[in-house]
Structure formats: C-alpha cells, structure tokens
C-alpha cells in the first residue's frame, strides 16, 4: 500500500508550506491531495540539505518515515537522483523539467511533464502497475469493477466453460497454464499500455467474481473501434446485474476515458447480448463477420449512431 511520496526535484529546496510558491507549477495542489489522501509528503533536499551521498539519503530518510521503501513513490527530475531511489527499492515517477538540458529517466515507471493533471489517484494507479497489483476502476451498488489478476484466472476459467458463455466465446484456452500466461501479458500489455481493458466484476458482499466488462481498442475490417465486452455468470443472470455495470463501464469510458464512441460486436444468435446491449441505449447499426460468425454491430455515442 501506497504510504509515502519522496519528492526530489532539483529546483525545489523547500515545499514544506503549502502556502510558498512552487517553482513547479501545480505542485502544491499535489501535495494537498496527498496529504487528503493521508500519504506522507518529504522533500529529498529540505530533510537532507547539505548531503552528498544521495544513496545515504534516502536510506536515512525512510528510516525517518518509518515507511518500507516498497510503500514509497519518488518523483524526481534527475538521472542520480532516479538511480538512487530505484536503487533503495521505491517506485519512481520522472518529471521532464524543461530546465534542465540533458534528462535520462527512461527507467522510470512512468514520465510526467508537469503536476496540473497529477493526482494522488494517478500516482496511486503508477504505485499499484509497479507492484503489479490489480486496480480497482470504479463501483457500483453491487460491485466492484477491477483489473484482472493472474490469480482471479482460475475462478474465471470456471465461468468461461458454463454452456451459455462458452458458446459465443472465442478467446478461451483449456489449458489454466496458458490462460494465466495470457493475462500476465494482458496486465503488461493492455491494462498498462492503455490504461483501459477488460475487468473483472466482483460482488461487494464477498468479492466474489461473477462476470467480467470493460472495452478494448481495436482494428476490426479496416476500422479503429472501442469495443465493449461483458459477459456473466449464469447464476446471476436474470437479475438485472448486467444491466447495472455495463451502464456504469460505458459511463466511465465517457466520462474518464473520453472515448468517442463504443462498439459491442455480438453474435446474431446471443439474444441475451443483445438484449442487454439494447437496454444501456446501443443502437443496431450494420453486421460484422468475425471467426466465421455472423454479427450485429451496435454502437452507443452520445446517442448518434456512427
């Protein structure tokens, strides 16, 4: 868990007021939200002024916070200054400060270029892919709305072989070995490249996973398209739980994501799909072929069919 944020920036020698201004735009709004969010706050050159081992320091300065380095974020601008925080184990934010002529930060977690944007929730989400934890996107009255872990692939292979999800179900290898394989790929190359994927739903009441919803970017017949997926368990269909986090996963993709427009692509014999696509206000608008079915395109943007 996310306990503390280093700062070590070369033009800041003091951010201990939130009530100084900051060389660095937008910073001390940052810092607000941090200690909202009760997350620690240090500044490397404040607690250590006069320190020329950089290691040493930081080594003394979690002492200090009594916080293990694996619960710390540092948000540097300097190539010595990233090297010794990944050095003592901390995950690492790069800030490209145009003040600075020669930057090598490319082994940062992540790069930012500036703080009008940044929030504990951001560097919360660069903390928990460091950590390779699942994050948690949104919830709803009845769950919680995830990224996948390579551990819920067990659980979820046993929905992909009911009959009634198996049957419109291309994607699905028997082998566990392979799928879990598949999702660690997944994590690395969706859920962090993009930001976005397909999650898992989970019961509030037990954190028990019943289905699984989220869009993934695609090239489909010559055309770019954000694809919504969803899928649930039988024993939960019939009670309108579908309805409910499919609303709330294109909701998000509106609003958070800013995605233009979403596509479900559903084979013409899922009546139950398509229901459901037509009760969240997807609008049939053409047919696709796609592994040799045939399908319905629908698509759901701002209510204008595109």
């Given amino acids: 868990m996310l306990k ?17 201004e900051s060389p660095v735009p937008f910073l001390n709004h940052l810092i607000a939200d941090l200690h909202k969010n009760n ?3 240090v500044n490397l050159a404040s607690a250590f002024p006069n320190s020329n081992d950089r290691a040493l320091a930081y080594s003394k300065l979690l002492m ?17 200054g990233l090297l010794a925080a990944m050095n003592v184990g901390t995950t690492c934010i790069g800030y490209y400060n145009p003040q600075i002529s020669r930057q090598d930060l490319y082994k940062a977690a992540v790069l930012v270029e500036g703080f009008d944007e940044i929030d504990f929730s951001f560097i919360n989400k660069i ?16 769950f919680i709305i995830r ?13 992909y072989r009911e009959a009634s999800v198996r049957a419109f179900l291309d994607d699905f290898e028997d082998s566990l070995k392979i799928e879990k394989e598949k999702q660690e790929a997944y994590i690395k190359n969706v859920y962090h490249f993009y930001g976005f994927g397909l999650w898992g739903v989970f019961l509030k009441d037990n954190n028990h996973l019943v289905g699984r919803c989220g869009i993934e970017y695609k090239q489909f ?24 986090f499919v609303k709330a996963v294109i909701n998000y993709c509106f609003l958070e994501l800013a995605i233009p427009h ?45």
Avoid: W
């Avoid at 390779?132 to 996107?137: L, S």
């Fill in 221 to 244: 017949e010559g055309e770019d398209i954000y694809e919504l997926g969803y899928l649930l368990a039988k024993p939960y269909q019939g009670l309108g739980y579908a309805t409910e």
């Fill in 262 to 306: 979403i596509v479900a692509v559903i084979d013409i014999n899922n009546t139950a799909s398509i229901h459901l696509a037509e009760r969240v206000g997807m609008l049939k608008c053409g047919t696709y072929k796609r592994n040799s079915r045939e399908c319905y395109k629908y698509v759901i943007a701002n209510n204008i069919c595109v």
């Fill in 147 to 159: 990224e996948l872990s390579v551990e819920d692939i067990a659980e979820l292979s046993i929905i």
């Fill in 64 to 80: 200090q916070l009594k916080v293990p380095s694996g619960e710390c974020v540092t948000i540097t601008d300097t190539d010595f």
């Fill in 39 to 41: 997350i620690q706050t």
């Fill in 127 to 142: 903390y928990q892919y460091d950590h390779m934890e699942a994050v948690t996107i949104l919830t709803t009255s009845n």
């Fill in 4 to 20: 503390a944020v280093i700062f070590d920036l070369s033009q800041i020698s003091d951010i201990s007021s939130l009530h100084c």
